[in-house]
């Protein structure tokens, strides 16, 4: 048999069918459950986006008010879990802490095995919950600050702000954070995504698979382009740095985080809401804020210039997000944090959806190494 043909990183792959998103990446469309992405980030709200991903049509007034009465029971956080982030800020990296946390959930969950596709819903409400709780309390323990307890009268993003600020922050802050979960809810078979439903495919539960996801979101080429785009932009400077620091970047062939992406070869659409959101919240924007956004804006509009159109790569969702996660007052190192807070309503219906005609998924690889070869005992080896 000759050599098939291997596309590495899967890519150009269909695995499966799905009813959850569609990206257009040549017209730089993005809907979720057929809704428009541009629609949902100026009328939704990231709870009311979680029930559609999850139940694929938009909730009544009822439906809502019990789907957001049962996010919010599922807020607080058990003793061990905040024993956990307790004892490992500080020693691991964010994601790592997250992703232990997430792991030990099953512990207090007493119906944590249960396959119904009732419980799987239930353990996907949890989830959306309790991250957005986890990782508003790995950031509060980093500042060196008392655990803050949720407050239910607050939207989930409003919540998050709470708990790690340990105050009530203003409305447009909740809005613009808010904007970005549901920006970054969903994604399709994204390598987050994908690495969920390995786990779940080997008829593992969800914990497990929303386990996998943190840990695939963590690399730089994934959940942590933000803040290597971020950390680029403080590498910059001062804006009249910037167009030099790209040329040299890209003379040593080096990748600008935040641009690129394996679907879009265009606009990613999501970055243009961002971008949209960051130039209006400049009026009231700090100095820093004002720095870090004029270094955005030269180096995108330089990278289109020089790539854009010949080399098909645009700005992607993570290119202005570190600016207005700054604005927000979220420090870089929750960025990747916050994503898997926002990326967890995907993974949950993607599993449940995977789940109702379930096949283990297990590609190939082609074999180039040695065959039949001798064995020679450890102590006649040379
Ligand atoms: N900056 C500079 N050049 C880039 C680039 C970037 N951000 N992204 C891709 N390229 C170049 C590659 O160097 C390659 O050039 P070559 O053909 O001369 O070798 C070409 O574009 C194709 O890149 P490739 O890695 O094959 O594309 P891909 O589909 O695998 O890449 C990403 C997708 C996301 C991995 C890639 O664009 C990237 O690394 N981006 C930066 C990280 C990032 O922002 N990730 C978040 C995604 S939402």
């Known amino acids: 048999m000759g050599k098939p043909v291997i596309n590495k990183g ?6 499966t069918e799905s009813r959850i998103c569609k990206v257009d990446g040549k017209a730089g469309k993005l809907y979720y ?11 939704s709200s990231f709870e009311e986006t979680c029930y559609l991903i999850l139940y694929g049509r938009l909730p009544t007034r009822k439906e809502f008010d019990r789907f957001d009465m049962l996010l919010k029971k599922e807020r607080a956080l058990p003793q061990g879990i905040l024993d956990i982030i307790e004892e490992t800020v500080g020693r691991a990296d964010v994601m790592d802490i997250l992703r232990t946390a997430v792991s030990a959930l099953p512990a207090y969950d007493p119906d944590a095995y249960n396959k119904s596709k009732a419980s799987e819903v239930r353990e996907s409400v949890a989830l959306i919950s309790k991250l957005g709780s986890i990782v508003a309390t790995i950031g509060r ?15 989930h993003a409003g919540n998050f702000l709470y708990m790690l600020n340990g105050r009530r922050q203003g409305t447009e802050e909740a809005r613009l954070l ?5 920006l970054h809810a969903e994604h399709s078979s994204n390598a987050s995504t994908f690495s969920a439903l390995v786990t779940g495919s080997t008829l593992s539960d969800l914990y497990a698979a929303v386990t996998s996801g943190i840990g695939t979101l963590k690399g730089p080429l994934h959940g942590g382009a933000d803040s290597a785009a971020l950390k680029m932009m403080n590498a910059i400077g001062r804006p009249e740095n910037t167009e030099r620091y790209i040329n040299r970047a890209l003379a040593g062939k080096q990748r600008i985080m935040g641009f690129g992406h394996r679907v879009y070869k265009t606009y990613d659409p999501r970055a243009r809401i961002i971008k949209k959101d960051l130039e209006s919240l400049q009026k009231h924007a700090s100095k820093e804020v004002r720095r870090l956004t004029a270094i955005a804006l030269r180096a995108e509009k330089m990278m289109v210039e020089k790539l854009g159109k010949t080399h098909n790569i645009w ?9 207005v996660y700054t604005a927000i007052g979220i420090p870089e190192d929750l960025f990747t944090p916050l994503f898997a807070v926002s990326r967890v ?14 096949r283990l998924i297990r590609p190939l690889e082609y074999y180039t190494g040695k065959v039949d070869r001798e064995y020679v005992p450890m102590g006649k080896r040379g």
């Open 178 to 182: 808010d904007t970005m979960l549901i």
């Open 33 to 43: 459950r057929g809704y428009p992405i541009e629609a949902l980030a100026r009328h």
């Open 141 to 155: 323990v980093s500042q060196g600050e008392p655990i803050v307890k949720p407050d239910l009268s607050l939207s």
């Open 345 to 358: 309503p995907g993974w949950c219906a993607h599993m449940i959806e995977y789940w109702e005609d379930n």
């Open 10 to 15: 899967l890519e150009g792959i269909y695995m």
């Open 315 to 323: 700005p992607n969702v993570d290119f202005f997000s570190g600016p």
